[in-house]
């Protein structure tokens, strides 16, 4: 290593130890996990209806279950346009499946429509992602020297490889949402607006995020980088207006996922001190606990480095917001929760923070651990 930094620049090598970490975790999941089978990338289960556009004899199809958002995404990807009425029973939620279209129509355009070719293009993105996202995050310490080496805790998080392995749209709007305060820390406004339209694409609920920058850009009195937020929220908006000319089924979800302050994390912990200390209850108890602790530190951090932190501030608050109203549709299990607010890791990870004690250090081995347990464990 010591060899190396002498020859490569820390950004080089972040993205060479990525590279190596990824291709290990996707030659395990792979050859071992999916026995060979790239359909096991998106945890298709026996109870939904499968595309019409798949094979069940070459599917890797888990009997008795429901399946995983990955499921969805595939369904969407192999057909985005709808143009077989088939597809759209394979939906469990049409109206709010559809909203998440970018990850499905890129990996559908990329592929050029091959369909033998999409479940590969989905896996590439994500894997794509993650280097962009540790790739992104070494410039975004570019002037931080002391942190130069922080982007390789991206690979301690442990919803990185739960959406890894379950084919899920995370990865790349958490990359845009990266993306988009990178631009905005060195003042590339259009480029900002551009990544944070095209993460609400991807998951609706980055709009708080779109808030977040556009408040602390009046704050900051960032006058064109707040103007140029304007017209970022009109694709997200238009392609809804869209949906809704479609009159497909199903519902926003927004009841099911969201009610009173505080009820959800209180029937959490409820379930928690009920479960007993059975392996999987006490996984749930290590990550639920986990992510509290981790949105107080991003709050200490920020509140004694106010300045550095304001964007990471008030996203935080606003995440906060959403986490105390989720309900146990979220809550529940944690690869919910993970993925759900796999943001609120890399807002703590992107917080500046000067620091002697290792605070940001130690909550991301604690990540790892989970992580290694999830990989080790989850079947």
């Known amino acids: 290593m010591k060899y190396l930094s002498t020859k490569l620049s820390p950004k080089v090598i972040n993205l060479l130890i990525t590279v190596i970490v990824i291709n290990a975790v996707i030659l395990y999941l792979y050859f071992i996990r999916f026995e060979g089978n790239i359909t096991g990338f998106f945890r298709i289960g026996s109870v ?7 094979d069940p004899e070459t599917t890797k199809i888990y009997q008795g279950e429901i399946g995983y958002d990955g499921q969805q995404f595939l369904s969407l990807a192999l057909d985005p346009f709808l143009q077989n009425p088939e597809t759209i029973t394979t939906l469990d939620h049409p109206i709010y499946r559809y909203r998440r279209i970018l990850y499905p129509l890129i990996s559908y355009l990329l592929s050029f429509g091959n369909r033998t070719l999409i479940p590969h293009m989905m896996v590439t993105i994500n894997y794509l992602s993650i280097i962009g996202i ?25 919803g990185i490889w739960m959406v890894f392995s379950l084919g899920t749209a995370d990865l790349l709007s958490s990359l845009l949402l990266i993306l988009s305060f990178y631009c905005y820390r060195y003042n590339k406004p259009i480029w900002t607006a551009f990544a944070i339209s095209l993460a609400c694409l991807t998951r609706e609920t980055l709009l708080l995020v779109w808030l977040a920058i556009f408040l602390t850009s009046l704050i900051q009195r960032k006058k064109e980088q707040s103007k140029q937020l304007l017209w970022a929220w009109i694709p997200p908006f238009l392609w809804t207006i869209y949906i809704s000319s479609l009159d497909l089924p199903g519902t926003v979800r927004v009841k099911a996922n969201f009610g009173y302050p505080f009820m959800g994390i ?3 912990l409820i379930s928690l ?9 006490l996984f749930e108890v290590y990550s639920f606990i986990l992510i509290i602790i981790i949105f107080m530190t991003i709050f200490i951090i920020s509140a004694y480095h106010r300045k550095d932190n304001q964007l990471i501030q008030l996203s935080t608050i606003l995440y906060s917001a959403m986490f ?5 549709t979220i809550l529940s299990y944690y690869l919910d929760y993970s993925r759900v607010f796999i943001d609120v890791y890399f807002f703590l990870l992107l917080s500046i923070n000067t620091n002697k004690i290792p605070i940001k ?4 081995l604690a990540l790892g651990l989970g992580s290694c347990a999830f990989l080790a464990l989850h079947s």
């Open 273 to 281: 001190l009920m479960g007993g200390f059975k392996g999987e209850n």
């Open 324 to 328: 105390v109203m989720s309900s146990m």
């Open 361 to 364: 250090l130690i909550l991301f």
């Open 266 to 268: 209180y029937n959490k």
């Open 134 to 158: 540790v790739w992104i995050i070494s410039l975004y310490f570019k002037f931080n020297q002391e942190q130069k080496w922080q982007p390789l805790l991206t690979l301690c998080i442990p």
């Open 48 to 54: 939904l209806e499968l595309s019409p556009f798949l």
